[in-house]
T-cell receptor
Framework: GAGVSQSPSNKVTEKGKDVELRCDPI?????LYWYRQSLGQGLEFLIY????????KSGLPSDRFSAERTGGSVSTLTIQRTQQEDSAVYLC?????????????FGPGTRLLVL | GENVEQHPSTLSVQEGDSAVIKCTYS??????FPWYKQELGKGPQLIID?????GEKKDQRIAVTLNKTAKHFSLHITETQPEDSAVYFC????????????FGTGTRLKVLA
């Protein structure tokens, strides 16, 4: 079946502009996660959703970052007033349930470049 | 909170040789340890995982071992092939109220033909 999809695949924006990144999880997956991967670095947790609720937003780096999930499916990560340090690959993952030991399946990522 | 260390950061092996990547974790309550392979320009893909109730798991040329006492786990790739060249990430899942993965910093594996 279809995997996790993300759009756009690449985004170039100017400093100070807002951007929206979209994630379509695997159909039926209740949990959705956002991670950030800076150049040559590991994956940094941002936020996760259980259904439409976000029990853990602890990884969001500042109040310029927000995310929502509607209908228990699509999620949007919004970055307001982008800064150059926001340049990274933003990865979305989903798992069938919430719980320790649930495998997370990743999308291809959105490569964001802030000029 | 949980911390995962991964070594080495880069690894070059000759085709046909074995490769070993090691990770240590800090939270003794972690009970799930996946390994991901990330090729250039792609998202991470799960290649193997292990749960804390087993010590070893194998899938063809790939194996993972877990030592709960020492809090470390390792990825073993035998008979390496050029297509194994990629960045490999280990992760651990803590059990205290959140289910985010804590990732290691990655190992860039290069298999030389």
């Amino acid at each position: 079946g279809a995997g996790v999809s993300q759009s756009p695949s690449n985004k170039v924006t100017e400093k100070g502009k807002d951007v929206e990144l979209r994630c379509d999880p695997i159909s039926g997956h209740t949990a959705l996660y956002w991670y950030r991967q800076s150049l040559g670095q590991g994956l940094e947790f941002l936020i996760y959703f259980q259904g439409n609720s976000a029990p853990d937003k602890s990884g969001l780096p500042s109040d310029r970052f927000s995310a929502e999930r509607t209908g228990g499916s699509v999620s949007t990560l919004t970055i307001q007033r982008t800064q150059q340090e926001d340049s990274a690959v933003y990865l979305c993952a989903s798992s069938s349930n919430i719980g320790a030991g649930e495998t997370q399946y990743f999308g291809p990522g959105t490569r964001l470049l802030v000029l | 909170g949980e911390n995962v260390e991964q070594h080495p950061s880069t690894l070059s092996v000759q085709e046909g040789d074995s490769a070993v990547i090691k990770c240590t974790y800090s939270d003794s309550a972690s009970n799930y340890f996946p390994w991901y392979k990330q090729e250039l320009g792609k998202g991470p893909q799960l290649i193997i995982d292990i749960r804390s109730n087993v010590g070893e798991k194998k899938d063809q040329r790939i194996a993972v071992t877990l030592n709960k006492t020492a809090k470390h786990f390792s990825l073993h790739i035998t008979e390496t092939q050029p297509e194994d060249s990629a960045v490999y990430f280990c992760a651990a899942t803590p059990t205290s109220g959140t289910y985010k993965y804590i990732f290691g910093t990655g190992t860039r594996l290069k298999v030389l033909a």
